[in-house]
């Protein structure tokens, strides 16, 4: 929480007049609270400087019909080059070793759990097993999941109360999704930290210190990215008051698309398994990724920094052959590159399938939707409301 500013001085900061200051409030875009008079409002300035920032022009032209929503959030603040969790810098807590789990409960801002708070019971996982086997085997990741979650909300999670212990579900729903994940390679065991549970199912490899702790670095840095498209929707599940798996089942719906949580994919398919095989001369046109994908970033114009901090624990694990073809894909990018190439990279040189990138993605950003959703609860209902225009019907 920053400086708490009177409504002349907040105004100013946005560079509005103070009828447009209530405005915002009235709108649910910025949170006001009592003065020490009891009659006046005060302004916190690090909800000015996020909600300035969100109404400055982009730099990049804006489609004629697009919509921007400003919404007051305490989870993260994202600006070019830095990213941080409830203050803290992303980086830092990469460079700190902060496993995914306690960065996830950093998110929910609460105390870390005790006990194996973070697998399925044998009953749940029994029964997960039936919805999987239920589904064909050419179904998308992101839609498996989507599944997996809509069984669990009546498969024994938290249970129903209000407000819901969003902590606990998710929790509940993340070991959800690693569990239906890949495939159970010695799953079993005392240690079960999400990131060596993923990389069992998922690579073929063995779970060493320097690869699990690779692919934690890769959790840490995509649980939470502000209000990207998917946490958008599940701030509109959760202001209808949907149920937590709800809100992650509308997330998860907005990740699948080719421009957000299944473009990791797309990259490995189209740079790595190509290249790899010696087929980048002859890929031609399917070899092209569509625009902003695994290089460059609409908000990140210097650089995507979540980027060379994985890029740095996948060449770690990487062979002299997998970091070559790392290094010429980056040389041959028309910009630099962003957290998708480096999750395509991590799934490449884990030998993992390309789907389990983005299967990572989900996993990952479900940290960032709970705390979204949660946050959502405490503000006014159905707050997101839409006004169609109607246009003219043309001739015939």
């Known amino acids: 929480m920053g400086e708490q500013l009177d409504a002349r001085t907040a105004a100013e900061r946005l560079g509005v007049d103070v009828r447009t200051l209530y405005a915002y409030v009235s709108r649910g875009a910025l949170r006001r609270a009592p003065g020490p008079d009891g009659r006046s409002s005060r302004y916190d300035s690090d909800e000015l400087e996020l909600l300035a920032r969100r109404s400055r022009p982009r730099t990049l032209p804006r489609p004629a019909a697009s919509i921007d929503l400003v919404i007051a959030t305490r989870v993260s603040t994202v600006s070019d080059g830095v990213v941080r969790y409830r203050g803290r810098d992303v980086l830092g807590l990469v460079a700190a070793g902060e496993r995914f789990e306690a960065v996830a409960e950093l998110l929910w801002a609460c105390p870390p759990a005790a006990g194996p708070v973070w697998r399925l019971s044998a009953g749940q996982a029994a029964s997960l097993e039936l919805v999987l086997d239920a589904l064909g085997d050419g179904t998308p990741v992101a839609m498996r999941f989507a599944a997996a979650v809509a069984a669990a909300a009546g498969a024994g999670g938290p249970g129903a109360t209000s407000p819901p212990d969003w902590p606990a579900w998710g929790r509940f729903l993340i070991a959800t999704l690693v569990g239906a994940s890949g495939q159970a390679r010695g799953d079993a065991g005392a240690d079960g930290q999400v990131a060596r549970r993923l990389w069992r199912r998922w690579s073929p490899l063995s779970p060493t210190a320097a690869r699990v702790s690779a692919l934690d670095t890769a959790l840490v840095l995509l649980a939470e990215h ?114 998708d190439f480096a999750l395509a990279a991590l799934s490449h040189v884990a030998r993992m399938p390309p789907e389990a990138a983005t299967a990572i993605f989900a996993v990952a950003r479900t940290a960032g939707w709970i705390a979204h959703a949660a946050e959502e609860y405490t503000e006014p209902y159905v707050r997101f409301r839409g006004r169609a225009v109607t246009f003219p019907r043309g001739p015939g």
């Open 226 to 339: 502000e209000l990207a498209a998917s946490t958008l929707a599940v701030r509109v599940a959760a202001s209808a008051r949907a149920a937590p798996p709800g809100c992650v089942l509308a997330g998860l719906g907005a990740l699948s698309g080719t421009l957000h949580g299944d473009a990791p994919r797309i990259v490995r398919e189209r740079l790595f398994c190509q290249r790899a095989d010696g087929a980048d001369d002859e890929a031609g046109d399917d070899a092209r990724l569509p625009a902003g994908v695994g290089f460059g970033h609409s908000v990140h114009r210097g650089g995507d920094p979540r980027s060379a901090p994985l890029l740095r624990a996948v060449q770690a694990i990487a062979t002299p052959a997998d970091r070559d073809l790392i290094e010429r894909a980056v040389h041959d990018a028309p910009a630099p590159p962003n957290a």
